[in-house]
T-cell receptor, first 116, second 111 residues
Framework: GAGVSQSPSNKVTEKGKDVELRCDPI?????LYWYRQSLGQGLEFLIY????????KSGLPSDRFSAERTGGSVSTLTIQRTQQEDSAVYLC??????????????FGAGTRLSVL | QKEVEQNSGPLSVPEGAIASLNCTYS??????FFWYRQYSGKSPELIMS????GDKEDGRFTAQLNKASQYVSLLIRDSQPSDSATYLC???????????FGQGTTLQVKP
C-alpha cells in the first residue's frame, strides 16, 4: 500500500478483555516497529521486527503484551486482560531497513485504545 | 536520567521569527537523529534527519548535530502559524534501528 495502515482506528474495550491491533506496513519494508503514546507524552518503544530475525521485545511493559509478524508483512499486537493504564494511542511504523543505516520510519495513523 | 531530553514548552514565537528547538541524548553510540512533527491527534511525520556533525538545511528547517556535546537542534526560520505543533526528537538506540523519542516540545507560532 501507499502508507502504513493500522486498524482499527479506535477501539473501546472493557477492563480484562483481550484486544488485537493490526499493522500493515509499507510494501517492501523489512522492519516494523510498535510504539505507544500516552496522552501528552512522547512515543514509548514496544517491539521491533527486522526481517526474519528474532524480534526485539525489550520495550514490552508486561507479559500481557505480545506481537507477531506473519510472512514478514502484517503484524498484530495483542494485549491480554487489558487494564485502564493500557489506554493510549498505539502507533506502528515501518522502514526499508532495520539496521543502523539511516533508516527512516514512516508511521501509521495509530489505533486509539480506550479501556473502560 | 532520560535517554532523550527535550524541553516540553510551550515555546511561543511570533510569526516570522526563528524557532529554536533543542534535544540532548545520552547514548554516545547513537548515529541517526531525527526530528518529527506531530499535529494534535495525528501521527508523527518526519521533517529532518541528520547523521553527521554540523548543519543540514532543508527549506526553512535547519538541523544541527554536535555529537561531542550530545545535542541536536532544529531551527525553523520564518515561523508560520501552520508550524504550531509538537516536535519530537528521536535518536537511534545503539547499533539498531530502534528509535528513542523525547517527550516533545510544543511550539506555538502566534500571528
Amino acid at each position: 500500500g501507499a502508507g502504513v495502515s493500522q486498524s482499527p482506528s479506535n477501539k473501546v474495550t472493557e477492563k480484562g478483555k483481550d484486544v488485537e491491533l493490526r499493522c500493515d506496513p509499507i510494501s517492501g519494508h523489512t522492519a516494523l516497529y510498535w510504539y505507544r503514546q500516552s496522552l501528552g507524552q512522547g512515543l514509548e518503544f514496544l517491539i521491533y521486527f527486522q526481517g526474519n530475525s528474532a524480534p526485539d521485545k525489550s520495550g514490552l511493559p508486561s507479559d500481557r503484551f505480545s506481537a507477531e509478524r506473519t510472512g514478514g508483512s502484517v503484524s498484530t499486537l495483542t494485549i491480554q486482560r487489558t487494564q485502564q493504564e493500557d489506554s493510549a494511542v498505539y502507533l506502528c511504523a515501518s522502514s526499508s531497513t532495520g539496521g543502523l543505516a539511516k533508516n527512516i520510519q514512516y508511521f501509521g495513523a495509530g489505533t486509539r485504545l480506550s479501556v473502560l | 536520567q532520560k535517554e532523550v531530553e527535550q524541553n516540553s514548552g510551550p515555546l511561543s514565537v511570533p510569526e516570522g521569527a526563528i524557532a529554536s528547538l533543542n534535544c540532548t541524548y545520552s547514548d554516545r553510540g547513537s548515529q541517526s537523529f531525527f526530528w518529527y512533527r506531530q499535529y494534535s491527534g495525528k501521527s508523527p511525520e518526519l521533517i529532518m534527519s541528520i547523521y553527521s556533525n554540523g548543519d543540514k538545511e532543508d527549506g526553512r528547517f535547519t538541523a544541527q548535530l554536535n555529537k561531542a556535546s550530545q545535542y541536536v537542534s532544529l531551527l525553523i526560520r520564518d515561523s508560520q502559524p501552520s508550524d504550531s505543533a509538537t516536535y519530537l526528537c528521536a535518536v537511534n538506540s545503539g547499533n539498531t534501528g530502534k528509535l528513542i523519542f523525547g517527550q516533545g516540545t510544543t511550539l506555538q507560532v502566534k500571528p
